[in-house]
Nanobody, 125 residues
């Protein structure tokens, strides 16, 4: 499975961005697609996941209400909409995939087997 993240950029506080993650070599219905972010000098942080083609989603508390995850199963693409962006949201955003039928959690970076290259989001104040 390969993942390609895109859509990042330089925005101002309060702006919105939509990130995309194109998945190849597998179908969304068989995977959890997670989004993580990593700011300079910090650990990679879980943001949200899209489970098995949209059957379930989950958002981390720090971004709840400001992010929306969605997917297009026909395009094998998962989208992450970021709203009301803050300077502290500046980070590299990664998408990742794990087997959708494996028992266990889906909130840690170690839960995921495949990673995209990341896309930089920079929010200026």
């Amino acid at each position: 499975v390969q993942l390609q993240a895109s859509g990042g950029g330089l925005v101002q506080a309060g702006d919105s961005l939509r990130l995309s993650c194109v998945v190849s070599g597998g179908t969304l219905r068989n995977y959890y697609i997670g989004w993580f972010r990593q700011a300079p000098g910090k650990e990679r942080e879980f943001v949200t996941y899209y489970a098995r083609g949209g059957g379930r989603t989950y958002y981390t508390d720090s971004m709840k209400g400001r992010v929306t995850i969605s997917g297009d199963n026909a395009r094998n693409t998962v989208y992450l909409e970021l709203n009301s962006l803050r300077p502290e949201d500046t980070a590299v955003y990664y998408c990742a995939a794990r087997n959708g039928y494996r028992v266990g959690t889906a909130y840690a970076a170690s839960d995921y087997d495949y990673w995209g290259q990341g896309t930089q989001v920079t929010v200026s104040s």
